[in-house]
């Protein structure tokens, strides 16, 4: 039992673009935000049509590197973020409850309380329809094997044959909103960083959808598209069905 009860993506984005961002991913999933909280007023989560969030963006003084980190709800903060820091995570744990974690690679993210929800189903446009249903972990080639074990043993997802060899896919636990899909990268890069996946039923249009919005095409494959969002984050529209 891996303990994970949902997964929420976090956007990080700075304070000069959030707003912007926020609108523009919103309208992207379908979701409309939610009041803010926060001290700072600096959190904002995005409730999709049916379903349960499991997408948040947060303002922040500097965004990390990739400017997305993962939450990962439990019922039993202490004993998955123990489990974490077992396999060869850092942590740093807070007052509030949550704890602050980075994988063996670098990447930032947090163990937090929460049960299981509903997850969301594909949202409809006039071109088609598409989803936010994963998260993809990029990884320099010199990190990619511990990563990738340690991310299998805490998750305890089945890895899925992948298509290319620079692929490892982790099923997502049933109900969850998330699956996770390991790259390697070509070159070396200091840290592991994320960006988000869409499913589509017709690429082509969903990334003139996209474009419209404000996104910007960076380069096009054989099985997927990578786009920037307003604030520069990189994330790729694909072919796999929602």
């Known amino acids: 039992m891996s303990g994970i009860d949902w997964v929420t993506a976090f956007l990080d984005t700075d304070e000069a673009r959030a707003g912007e961002v926020e609108r523009f991913w919103c309208a992207v999933s379908g979701s409309t935000p939610s009041s803010r909280r926060g001290d700072r007023q600096e959190f ?133 909103p998330l699956q996770l899909l390991l790259q390697r990268l070509d070159e070396e890069q200091p840290v592991v960083t994320a960006h988000l996946d869409l499913a589509c039923d017709d690429r082509a249009a969903e990334v003139a959808r996209h474009e419209r919005l404000g996104a910007a095409v960076v380069r096009r494959t054989d099985g997927w598209t990578t786009l920037r969002d307003p604030s520069g984050r990189e994330y790729c529209v694909t072919d796999r069905v929602c």
């Open 44 to 176: 904002v989560t995005l409730l999709p049509p049916d379903g349960e969030p499991f997408l948040r963006a947060q303002t922040v003084v500097q965004s990390p590197p990739g400017g997305l980190h993962l939450d990962l709800h439990t019922t039993d903060v202490p004993a998955l973020a123990a489990r974490a820091e077992q396999l060869g995570a850092t942590a740093s744990y807070h007052e509030l409850g949550y704890v602050v974690l980075g994988s063996p690679g670098g990447l930032t993210f947090c163990v937090v309380a929460g049960g299981a929800g509903h997850r969301p189903g594909p949202v409809s446009w006039p071109e088609g329809r598409s989803l936010v249903d994963q998260v993809c972990l990029d990884v320099p080639p010199s990190r990619f094997d511990a990563e990738l074990g340690f991310w299998q043993r805490l998750t305890g997802w089945p890895e899925i044959e992948p298509d290319l060899a620079e692929f490892a896919r982790l099923a997502r636990g049933d109900g969850l």
